[in-house]
């Protein structure tokens, strides 16, 4: 136990020492490395990024999963380097680092810990990967970037979207393909309740089998359903597209020949029902003229049981 003390106190002892011995040049060289780390993620990011664009897409999915993990090898091997080799700390000293890290962490920069720590889970545990389409919080995009504090999304807007990597512990995230090259799509058509069904559900199969987009397999088939609502029917198709950057242009062309081919066979669009509800003015003047009228049944009612009254007194 003494002996357990004494090498604490010791490296106690070191690590201040070696806090205090740094000097200006030692800082600049720490600062030198770690933007070198950040500049060598940069130039892997954007190579392995050129070299998935000429892949197929199911290499191009295969090399995008391995660049956060190079990226924050990158920075582990950069820290790592400072702490060995231009701090010089080691053992019993690293851990009281350790402890003084957690202490600020704490104290200070607990939310940045938290998207570092985020960033870590998702690149190991792949809850999603860069390249899939997800739904994080409120927004919907295909992953651009993993990086240490946060993930890039680029919305079907064309915006690019920043999210902290600790929604992760918060957030459902929902992935589309999850690494796959192919990913389903859920495209909805609404037609009036009288139109033939039949008749429309063979149209809707035949526009998407024939779509260039479309991908069909065993493993990933086309379902068509149909669903009668009081006021509408709605014809829903699940196919798949070979690449989910195809997701929209799928969408838009079912959409475009199927609704050609439903004017053709009288398939209409449902009409638009609406209430007949009185106006506002109308509304509060009916409301008026109602208390009007109870007031004066009450007043009525009053009078007659006043004379009613005085008659009893005179007898």
């Known amino acids: ?21 740094i000097e200006m040049q030692t800082l ?3 600062v030198l490395i770690l933007f070198a780390a950040y500049i060598l993620g940069r130039i892997v990011t954007i190579a392995l990024s050129k070299l998935s664009e000429k ?10 999963m391995i660049i956060p993990a190079i990226k924050f090898g990158i920075y582990i091997i950069a820290f790592f380097y400072i702490l060995g080799e231009i701090l010089t700390i080691f053992g019993p000293e690293l851990f ?8 600020a962490i704490g104290f200070g920069v607990k939310d940045v810990f938290a998207d570092f720590v985020g960033g870590v889970v998702i690149t190991f545990e792949r809850p999603y990967q860069v390249g899939d389409k997800i739904t994080m919080g409120n927004y919907y995009g295909e992953v651009t970037d993993i990086g240490l504090r946060a993930t890039k ?19 459902a995230v929902a992935s589309g393909n999850y690494g796959e090259s192919e990913m389903m799509v859920v495209i909805d ?11 429309a559900m063979k149209i809707f199969r035949e526009v998407v089998v024939s ?63 609406i209430l007949s509800v009185p106006p506002v003015e ?14 004066n049944r009450r007043n009525r009612r009053d009078s007659e049981f006043d004379t009613g009254s005085q008659r009893n007194s005179e007898l």
């Not at 136990?1 to 011995?21: D, P």
């Not at 892949?55 to 995008?64: E, H, P």
């Open 1 to 21: 136990m003494v002996n357990g003390e004494g090498a604490v106190e010791t490296g106690r002892e070191q690590l201040l020492e070696s806090i205090r011995s």
């Open 96 to 103: 009281l680092l350790t402890g003084l890290v957690g202490a």
């Open 282 to 295: 109308e509304q509060e003047s009916s409301d008026t003229n109602q208390k009007n009228v109870r007031l």
């Open 189 to 199: 058509l609404y037609i009036a309740s009288e139109s033939d069904v039949e008749t």
């Open 153 to 171: 999304l680029v919305t079907p807007d064309d915006d690019t979207v920043t999210v902290p990597n600790s929604l992760i512990f918060s957030e």
């Open 211 to 273: 779509s260039r987009y479309v991908y069909i397999s065993r493993s990933s088939p086309i379902t068509l359903l149909h669903k009668a609502l009081p006021f509408y029917t709605r014809l829903r198709a699940r196919a798949y597209v070979n690449d989910l950057r195809d997701e929209f242009e799928f969408e838009s062309d079912v959409h475009t020949r199927a609704w050609i081919e439903f004017q053709k066979n009288d398939i209409r669009a449902p009409q638009l029902h």
């Open 55 to 64: 892949m197929s897409r199911s290499g191009s999915v295969k090399v995008k």
């Open 28 to 30: 600049i060289d720490m």
